[in-house]
T-cell receptor, first 110, second 113 residues
Framework: RKEVEQDPGPFNVPEGATVAFNCTYS??????FFWYRQDCRKEPKLLMS???SGNEDGRFTAQLNRASQYISLLIRDSKLSDSATYLC???????????FGTGTRLKVLA | NAGVTQTPKFQVLKTGQSMTLQCAQD?????MSWYRQDPGMGLRLIHY???????DQGEVPNGYNVSRSTTEDFPLRLLSAAPSQTSVYFC????????????FGPGTRLTVL
């Protein structure tokens, strides 16, 4: 089983739609969680950290479910510019290592 | 600030050749890392450094060497290139252990023939 698993997609959604991605992780000792965004042929960039209490940044909401070992990302009112690959990243407790999922590809259609 | 810079952007090597991928950051970050990204796989950690003079192996270190003589620079050396090292290589930096955000360079696309 992979340490971090994501549905690769693509998720094709119309502009204005709400879309959600999940990511599961296998190491229950994982401490920190993140969503990164990666545009085609570009470097990953931090979208948001994921806190136990959940957090929201504009149209984006991230949640953590430790009991079921998954994190989620919800995007409301999708824009064309949201088209990208979203990477789930997990940092096991006490390690420097950041473990990346393979990413979920989102295409927002006009 | 230029952030994290990498050179070259593209490189083609023949099997057996050696080369160095350059990475520099001007943010005075302690932590630096090298990742490779291959289709269908997440970014995998090759080597990392938690400060000048300190390096350690990541998940896939074989065939690569690193050094960290200064805070700013973290070059990655391919000793004898193999086709399996065809990949996109990203360098990343992080301020310190208390900081979560990693900043990535633009990447180097390497093809080994």
């Amino acid at each position: 089983r992979k340490e971090v698993e994501q549905d690769p997609g693509p998720f094709n959604v119309p502009e204005g739609a709400t879309v959600a991605f999940n990511c599961t992780y296998s190491n229950s000792a994982s401490q920190s969680f993140f969503w990164y965004r990666q545009d085609c042929r570009k470097e990953p960039k931090l979208l948001m950290s994921v806190y136990s209490s959940g957090n929201e940044d504009g149209r984006f909401t991230a949640q953590l479910n430790r009991a079921s070992q998954y994190i989620s990302l919800l995007i409301r009112d999708s824009k064309l510019s949201d088209s990208a690959t979203y990477l789930c990243v997990v940092n096991p407790s006490g390690t420097y290592k950041y473990i990346f999922g393979t990413g979920t590809r989102l295409k927002v259609l006009a | 600030n230029a952030g994290v810079t990498q050179t070259p952007k593209f490189q083609v090597l023949k099997t057996g050749q050696s080369m160095t991928l350059q990475c520099a950051q001007d943010m005075n970050h302690e932590y630096m890392s090298w990742y490779r990204q291959d289709p269908g796989m997440g970014l995998r950690l090759i080597h990392y450094s938690v400060g000048a003079g300190i390096t350690d192996q990541g998940e896939v270190p074989n065939g690569y060497n690193v050094s960290r003589s200064t805070t700013e620079d973290f070059p990655l050396r391919l000793l004898s290139a193999a086709p399996s090292q065809t990949s996109v290589y990203f360098c990343a930096s992080r301020r310190d252990s208390a900081s979560n955000e990693q900043f990535f360079g633009p990447g180097t696309r390497l093809t080994v023939l």
